[in-house]
């Protein structure tokens, strides 16, 4: 009991890390932190199944237009626009500086800046416009919902495991969300996803979708790890954010391509 209780503990804090949910006060420790990383994919499952009940009551009389727009307004709430906020911040330092050692300085400082300038408004509202339009194309987006937001988070979570994080002046292991993550935890942070994919699959997907979408969040992730380490030599949790919600795009569009196409 004590081991499930301590597991418990350490989800509640990875709850309270990625969203504004209320949370009962627990004991907060930076090896409980370490650990919680693990349950990201869990925690980014709640806020789907959270988002798509939004979208499933306002669906009843509302247009699907509209119900998608409100479970995403939702989604915004209850995370505090937490991944859109890196979204922005990596599209503005990536975007105002060009790539090289030395420019990892300027692109670090860009992205600790408060406000959003071109390119992060300009990625922002890309993104979302994306979001929103091939949500809309789908038949049943609330089941692309719930699968997209765990299995985003596992993607960008399992990046801690490939990279160091990067500060201003070097390279580094010390990390404002974990200080690492263990090949147990990305072994069950993965078990997690696929168990998830499968589980979907055999109720709304096909496993041809299924399998698909397997390797195109997997492609996604190798790029963006290249990409991160390219322009910073590791990674912030910014990096994470706009890994988040990338991975989540990528999700639906294979969605929308494959399902359409059936």
């Known amino acids: 009991m004590s081991f499930l209780r301590e597991q418990f503990i350490i989800f509640i804090i990875a709850i309270g890390f990625l969203t504004r949910i209320p949370i009962a006060h ?7 932190l370490n650990k919680a990383a693990r349950y990201f994919p869990a925690v980014g499952m709640l806020v789907g199944c959270l988002c798509a009940l939004v979208y499933f ?7 699907k237009d509209i119900a998608i727009i409100l479970s995403m307004i939702f989604g915004f709430y209850v995370t505090g626009g937490f991944h859109e906020d890196g979204l922005a911040d990596v599209c503005d330092g990536f975007g105002g500086a060009s790539v090289g050692d030395n420019q990892i300085h300027k692109k670090l400082s860009i992205m600790k800046d408060s406000s959003i ?14 979001k929103f339009s091939l949500l809309s194309a789908l038949n049943e987006p609330i089941y692309a919902m719930i699968l997209m937001h765990t299995l985003s988070r596992a993607v960008a979570t399992s990046i801690i495991y490939s990279l160091n994080y990067a500060t201003a002046d070097a390279v ?3 990390k404002p969300l974990a200080e690492h993550l263990n090949l147990k935890d990305l072994i069950f942070i993965v078990s997690f996803s696929v168990l998830i994919l499968f589980g979907f699959g055999i109720f709304y997907i096909s496993f041809k979708t299924t399998v698909t979408l397997m390797i195109i969040l997997a492609l996604t992730r190798l790029i963006l790890i290249k990409w991160f380490y390219k322009h910073l030599r590791g ?8 890994a988040q919600q990338t991975t989540e795009i990528m ?3 294979t969605l929308s391509a494959t399902l359409l196409a059936l």
């Open 251 to 253: 999700g639906y569009i």
């Open 172 to 174: 580094t292991k010390t």
């Open 117 to 130: 300038g071109t390119f992060g408004g300009l990625g922002l509202f890309s993104v979302l416009l994306l």
């Open 57 to 63: 009551i306002t669906i009843q009389f509302l247009s």
């Open 26 to 32: 627990v004991n907060f420790t930076k090896s409980r």
């Open 235 to 242: 990674y912030t949790g910014d990096c994470l954010g706009f």
